[in-house]
């Protein structure tokens, strides 16, 4: 098998406000919120402002960035792929696109059958997951 179905991915206005996020602040990730402060919005964090807990799931990058949430986050949303997209509105309280009238929001569709055996690796901690 040659191309793996990617477990998240994001939409083109998404892309655009992470290469800008990129530029303005160096190395970045996400992480999926558990439902505390900011619902259940995926977090955008500098890389060296979020520590990645040993077990949080890597499902993959968006255009370099690298996407993960804990593991029971992740026991919920496994059978999904999430596609992050931007909307208007306040950006989660301590995600980097606070403050730029748009937030990130996570949309998602459920993989068929036949994809589910095409699904891209997944990774744990940061270490193993962020050159």
Same mark, same amino acid.
């Given at each position: 098998m040659s191309e793996f179905i990617p477990r998240v991915t994001g939409t083109p206005a998404a892309i655009n406000l992470l290469r800008t996020l990129r530029r303005e602040h160096g190395d970045i !990730?996400?992480?999926q919120s558990g439902g505390c402060c900011?619902? +259940?919005s995926p977090m955008c964090f500098r890389k060296d402002d979020y520590i990645v807990g040993d077990e949080?799931?890597?499902l993959g990058e968006i255009d370099g960035v690298p996407f993960f949430m804990s593991p029971s986050q992740f026991d919920y949303w496994k059978h999904t792929q999430l596609i992050i997209d931007l909307v208007p509105g306040r950006g989660g309280m301590f995600s980097l696109e606070n403050g730029t009238e748009t937030r990130f929001l996570?949309? +998602?569709r459920l993989?068929?059958?036949a994809e589910l055996d095409q699904l891209?690796? !997944?990774s744990f901690?940061?270490?193993r997951a962020i050159a």
């Open positions: !990730l996400f992480h900011d619902g +259940s949080d799931v890597r996570t949309r +998602s993989f068929d059958d891209a690796p !997944l901690g940061a270490d």
